[in-house]
Nanobody, 121 residues
Framework: QVYLVESGGGLVQAGGSLRLSCAAS????????MGWYRQAPGKQRELVAT???????NYQDSVKGRFTISRDNAKNTVYLQMNSLKPEDTAVYYC??????WGRGAFFVSWGQGTQVTVSS
């Protein structure tokens, strides 16, 4: 079982910054991809950013140049630095990790509980 705990959400004015953190714990042999999705009210969950174990990143177009994803493999933690926030970034942000718990090459995705980010205009 892999557990993900997120932190760092909150209320910020447009143009401000927030940093989200997500720490993975439990039965972890290795983690491949980690990343963030978000879901705004009445909308589907959408990909925000991902990072693989080698540090390769991928971003949704709307956040490129404003958000930066990073990870600390030693701590099994992924971060999302969000700058120049806009009201349309308001959503619940969920982290995920694609982890192998037993070293058998079987990777499963686990999700965090979500953290609210609200950007006021």
């Amino acid at each position: 079982q892999v557990y993900l705990v997120e932190s760092g959400g909150g209320l910020v004015q447009a143009g401000g910054s927030l940093r989200l953190s997500c720490a993975a714990s439990g039965s972890i042999f290795s983690i491949n991809a980690m990343g963030w999705y978000r879901q705004a009210p009445g909308k589907q969950r959408e990909l925000v950013a991902t990072i693989n174990s080698g540090g390769r990143t991928n971003y949704q177009d709307s956040v490129k140049g404003r958000f930066t994803i990073s990870r600390d493999n030693a701590k099994n933690t992924v971060y999302l630095q969000m700058n120049s926030l806009k009201p349309e970034d308001t959503a619940v942000y969920y982290c995920y990790a694609e982890a192998d718990s037993w070293g058998r090459g079987a990777f499963f995705v686990s999700w965090g509980q979500g953290t609210q980010v609200t950007v006021s205009s």
